[in-house]
């Protein structure tokens, strides 16, 4: 089991950047493929990026490719994902997730994922 914790979060203005980062508890992180997902007010959650167990791999929702960025350490146990041009629709709660997998690439589905962090919550002003 892994126990997932965002940070990073905050106010920021449009076209601003920021770096939320997911720390996991445990010593296999390397054997979990992660993913970052986030929801807005009054909608359903929605995935926004994967990476695979080796970082190797990573996919991008369309209204994110180019802007933001996902890596990971395995070494310090921690995803990040780098948000770059940053815009008043990116604002969300934004939740990493895990998956326990011997599979080499990324997970796109909600569902696959095993584990969730609480979120931390991502402001956009326009």
């Known amino acids: 089991q892994v126990q997932l914790v965002e940070s990073g979060g905050g106010l920021v203005q449009a076209g601003g950047s920021l770096r939320l980062s997911c720390a996991a508890s445990?010593?296999?992180?390397?054997?979990?493929?992660m993913g970052w997902f986030r929801q807005a007010p009054g909608q359903e959650r929605e995935f926004v990026a994967a990476?695979?167990?080796?970082?190797?791999?990573?996919y991008y929702a369309d209204s994110v490719k180019g802007r933001f960025f996902v890596s990971r350490d395995n070494a310090k146990n921690t995803v990040y994902l780098q948000m770059n041009s940053l815009k008043p629709e990116d604002t969300a709660v934004y939740y990493c997730?895990?998956?326990?997998?011997?599979?080499?690439?990324?997970?796109?589905?909600?569902?696959?994922?095993?584990?969730w962090g609480q979120g931390t919550q991502v402001t956009v002003s326009s």
């Open positions: 990476i695979s167990r080796s970082g190797s791999s990573t």
């Open positions: 997730a895990a998956v326990l997998t011997s599979w080499s690439g990324p997970y796109l589905r909600e569902v696959e994922y095993e584990y």
């Open positions: 445990g010593r296999t992180f390397s054997s979990y493929a």
